[in-house]
């Protein structure tokens, strides 16, 4: 058994129970999330991405209207735009941006009704599991159903998603987000795989009811009371890869005994810690900026020195009040005169007056990449990991070996 750790710088559909009931996508909604268009329509799922905090989903309704902190969204105006545009509230004082629904955005801005898995580890597990288009994939656990979204849009048209909730309220509110979503190729029961098994018809013979999937996620509290049940699901012409979603490395102790037992190969355990990368413009202080920098500030600290003691030496003299008033009245004649110039003109004077050579803008608001200032492109990586979500506990199951390649006593008489 080997342990890793990874640090990443990011049918139709039908409910089968036992009364064996289908549900049809409904018609109020008109998007499905494995498809893509260009603009909006009524009865369209979009997401309103305000911040990168705060994404929420929308069902496009006639006469409708989105309120936000960032003023009132129409949804009558959102009809016929092209997804991915920035719109502005009615008083124009805010926007958001109209994306197209994914399962990254759908896990964003989900309800949560368990805890999810987020996209560095679903793009994970999607990779080691071998998951691809076509593939027939078994699920335990569906909970909020962030995962079910990713496997339903990689296994595409031509795969399967088979998932299984046991707590009724969640599996009821799993069973509308699939439908209204239009996840034809995802069929989800009611059952507890821990007792119950995964044949979707627990009646059918034994021989029957094989669901030959070759790639299997738990998110079980344990997993290892699903583990044996899996040998009559899963694909008998293939290897069948697992993973078990468990936040306790207690769980995963437990897991990996019951993958020994039941013949489970290659089992290795890991952790993804994701950090990530943020591109910015930084601006560039030459040497030479620098120094010419420091003699304007020492020059004008001189200056001010000079000014200073002319002006002692001129009370020591015992000049008259009146010269000192009269040379007041100057200096505001001067700044009566300054005051009149042009807006942009008054603030180059201000700031050469107050802060001398400045080529960087400093004691200044200065948006970052505005023209006049030299800049570079810069990347800068967040400061700590993301907390801990599950370790991940991977392994194989082998094809079995076809029996007149095997003897009385079990050994293998040949090469396949």
Same mark, same amino acid.
């Given at each position: 058994?080997?342990?890793?750790?990874?640090?990443?710088?990011?049918?139709?559909?039908?409910?089968?129970?036992?009364?064996?009931?289908?549900?049809?996508?409904?018609?109020?909604?008109?998007?499905?999330?494995?498809?893509?268009?260009?603009? @909006?329509?009524?009865?369209? @799922?979009?997401?309103?991405?305000?911040?990168?905090?705060?994404?929420?989903?929308?069902?496009?309704?006639?006469?409708?209207?989105?309120?936000?902190?960032?003023?009132?969204?129409?949804?009558?105006?959102?009809?016929?735009?092209?997804?991915?545009?920035?719109?502005?509230?009615?008083?124009?004082?805010?926007?958001?941006?109209?994306?197209?629904?994914? #399962? $990254?955005?759908?896990?964003?801005?989900?309800?949560?009704?368990?805890?999810?898995?987020?996209?560095?580890?679903?793009?994970?597990?999607?990779?080691?599991?071998? @998951?691809? #288009?076509?593939?027939?994939? &078994?699920?335990?656990?569906?909970?909020?159903?962030?995962?079910?979204?990713?496997?339903?849009?990689?296994?595409?048209?031509? !795969?399967?998603?088979?998932?299984?909730?046991?707590?009724?309220?969640?599996?009821?509110?799993? &069973?509308?987000?699939?439908?209204?979503?239009?996840?034809?190729?995802?069929?989800?029961?009611?059952?507890?795989?821990? /007792?119950?098994?995964?044949?979707?018809?627990?009646?059918?013979?034994?021989?029957?009811?094989?669901?030959?999937?070759?790639?299997?996620?738990?998110? &079980?509290?344990?997993? *290892?009371?699903?583990?044996?049940?899996?040998?009559?699901?899963?694909?008998?012409?293939?290897?069948?890869?697992?993973?078990?979603? =468990? #936040?306790?490395?207690?769980?995963?102790?437990?897991?990996?005994?019951?993958?020994?037992?039941?013949?489970?190969?290659?089992?290795?355990?890991?952790?993804? =810690?994701?950090?990530?990368?943020?591109?910015?413009?930084?601006?560039?202080?030459?040497?030479?900026?620098?120094?010419?920098? &420091?003699?304007?500030?020492?020059?004008?600290?001189?200056? !001010?020195?000079?000014?200073?003691?002319?002006?002692?030496?001129?009370?020591?003299?015992?000049?008259?009040?009146?010269?000192?008033?009269?040379?007041?009245?100057?200096?505001?004649?001067?700044?009566?005169?300054?005051?009149?110039?042009?807006?942009?003109?008054?603030?180059?004077?201000?700031?050469? /007056?107050? /802060?001398?050579?400045?080529? *960087?803008? /400093?004691?200044?608001?200065?948006?970052?990449?505005? $023209?006049?200032?030299? *800049?570079?492109?810069?990347?800068?990586?967040?400061?700590?990991?993301?907390?801990?979500?599950?370790?991940?506990?991977?392994?194989?199951?082998?094809?079995?070996?076809?029996?007149?390649?095997?003897?009385?006593?079990?050994?293998?008489?040949?090469?396949?």
């Amino acid at each position: 058994m080997k342990f890793f750790i990874f640090l990443f710088e990011s049918p139709a559909l039908h409910e089968i129970t036992s009364n064996t009931n289908i549900f049809y996508p409904s018609a109020q909604y008109t998007m499905s999330f494995n498809e893509y268009k260009d603009t @909006i329509s009524e009865g369209d @799922i979009v997401l309103a991405w305000m911040t990168r905090t705060s994404t929420k989903p929308l069902v496009v309704t006639k006469d409708a209207t989105f309120n936000t902190r960032y003023g009132h969204f129409p949804h009558d105006k959102m009809v016929g735009l092209p997804l991915g545009t920035q719109m502005a509230s009615s008083s124009k004082a805010g926007f958001l941006h109209l994306l197209a629904p994914t #399962p $990254e955005l759908w896990t964003m801005s989900l309800p949560h009704r368990t805890q999810i898995v987020y996209t560095p580890d679903s793009s994970y597990i999607v990779q080691r599991l071998r @998951i691809r #288009p076509g593939s027939r994939v &078994l699920e335990a656990g569906t909970g909020s159903g962030s995962f079910t979204h990713a496997m339903s849009r990689t296994v595409g048209k031509t !795969g399967q998603v088979f998932t299984y909730e046991f707590h009724e309220h969640r599996y009821k509110e799993a &069973l509308g987000e699939i439908r209204d979503h239009q996840l034809s190729n995802v069929t989800i029961t009611h059952r507890d795989v821990c /007792k119950n098994g995964f044949r979707l018809d627990p009646a059918a013979p034994e021989g029957e009811g094989r669901l030959d999937a070759s790639a299997v996620f738990l998110d &079980l509290p344990s997993p *290892w009371l699903a583990i044996p049940n899996l040998k009559s699901v899963v694909s008998r012409e293939r290897s069948t890869a697992i993973c078990c979603f =468990s #936040p306790c490395i207690e769980q995963v102790t437990r897991t990996v005994e019951a993958l020994k037992k039941e013949g489970w190969q290659h089992i290795e355990m890991v952790e993804v =810690s994701a950090k990530k990368w943020e591109g910015h413009k930084e601006m560039v202080r030459s040497i030479d900026d620098a120094m010419e920098r &420091l003699r304007d500030v020492k020059r004008r600290r001189l200056s !001010g020195l000079k000014k200073r003691n002319e002006r002692i030496e001129k009370e020591k003299r015992g000049e008259s009040a009146e010269d000192s008033a009269a040379t007041a009245d100057d200096d505001t004649d001067a700044a009566e005169k300054s005051a009149n110039t042009t807006e942009n003109e008054a603030s180059s004077a201000q700031n050469v /007056k107050t /802060k001398g050579f400045n080529p *960087w803008g /400093k004691g200044l608001r200065i948006k970052e990449g505005a $023209e006049g200032y030299e *800049w570079r492109d810069v990347s800068r990586v967040e400061s700590e990991i993301k907390s801990h979500t599950s370790y991940l506990t991977f392994a194989v199951l082998p094809p079995p070996i076809p029996e007149n390649l095997v003897d009385a006593q079990g050994n293998v008489l040949s090469s396949m």
